[in-house]
């Protein structure tokens, strides 16, 4: 690593050191290195003939709740098949050695807390729970039958993923906590997002707003270069390890 590198390193360890309120703040590109394809990537196969949009949206699920369950459960079987990669471990060390540390990931994938993350606010919801279309209750268990999407257990109704549709809004418990930590919190890495989804694209701009240090690690420049402290320009699980405390 050049110079320059190691100094920007240096200045990011030394502030994690200095005891701050610290929030991570993830997207798909953080799981990247699992081999989950990220939004920004052509969907494999079968699903490269839609945009995510299509198919991340209630019309989508009530146009075609078949397709639509399908693309969740092609999405949750390689999920359950992936592993979290070094930058999930580092994030969930980092938790351990910095006194405040909140975790705000988009992903649904749940990868964060398989790495031992415990303080993780899931802003979009999490693919492996359900939630009865009809009741919007949070189903944990169902039945798997040969009917696509599976029944509700409760009322018989559709069974959806339980994450955040666009179009729909985030609940006010997990957006409330997500921007007290932004509020409060004096760094802010920015990791594997394209910055391009609100209201959770507002999050790093607000915590450099407030004069947090904004630490950008994507391989792509993105609109959140123009207001970020130091910028890692590279692959998160290359990066985050980088940074290492110990
Ligand atoms: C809402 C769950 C209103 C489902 C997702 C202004 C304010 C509020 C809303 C809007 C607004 N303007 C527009 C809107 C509407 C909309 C929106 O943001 N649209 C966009 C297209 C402009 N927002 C909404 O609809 C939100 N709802 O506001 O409702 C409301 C309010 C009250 C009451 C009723 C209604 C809901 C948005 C949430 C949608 N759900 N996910 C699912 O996953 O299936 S969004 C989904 O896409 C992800 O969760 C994530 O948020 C987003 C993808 O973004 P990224 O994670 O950044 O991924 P992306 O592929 O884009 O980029 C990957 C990055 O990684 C790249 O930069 C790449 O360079 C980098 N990378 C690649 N490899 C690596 C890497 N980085 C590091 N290492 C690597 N190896």
């Not at 699992?34 to 003939?49: A, C, Q, V, Y």
């Not at 999920?79 to 994030?91: C, F, G, R, T, Y």
Request: aromatic share 8%; with cysteine.
């Amino acid at each position: 690593m050049n110079g320059v590198y190691m100094n920007i390193l240096e200045s990011i360890v030394n502030k994690l050191k200095s005891g701050q309120r610290v929030v991570v703040f993830t997207g798909a590109g953080v799981s990247a290195e699992s081999g989950i394809p990220t939004f920004r990537d052509k969907l494999d196969g079968l699903w490269n003939r839609f945009s995510a949009e299509d198919l991340d949206c209630a019309d989508g699920f009530k146009a075609s709740p078949q397709l639509v369950w399908e693309w969740y459960a092609w999405r949750r079987k390689m999920i359950v098949d992936a592993k979290p990669n070094l930058a999930h471990h580092a994030i969930a060390l980092m938790e351990t050695l910095v006194p405040e540390f909140t975790l705000i990931t988009q992903n649904v994938d749940g990868l964060h807390q398989r790495a031992g993350s415990t303080k993780v606010i899931e802003l979009h919801g999490n693919i492996h729970r359900s939630r009865c279309f009809d009741e919007d209750i949070a189903i944990d268990k169902w039945a798997e039958t040969d009917e696509v999407p599976p029944p509700c257990p409760h009322c018989g109704g559709m069974l959806r993923p339980d994450v955040v549709w666009f179009g729909e809004g985030l609940s006010g418990d997990t957006y409330g906590k997500a921007k007290e930590a932004i509020r409060n919190c004096t760094m802010l890495f920015s990791i594997g997002t394209s910055s391009q989804i609100y209201p959770a694209a507002v999050f790093p701009y607000e915590a450099a707003h407030r004069g947090a240090m904004v630490v950008q690690i994507n391989p792509n420049p993105t609109d959140l270069d123009q207001v970020t402290s130091f910028i890692l320009r590279g692959k998160a699980g290359e990066c985050v390890n980088g940074c290492r405390l110990s």
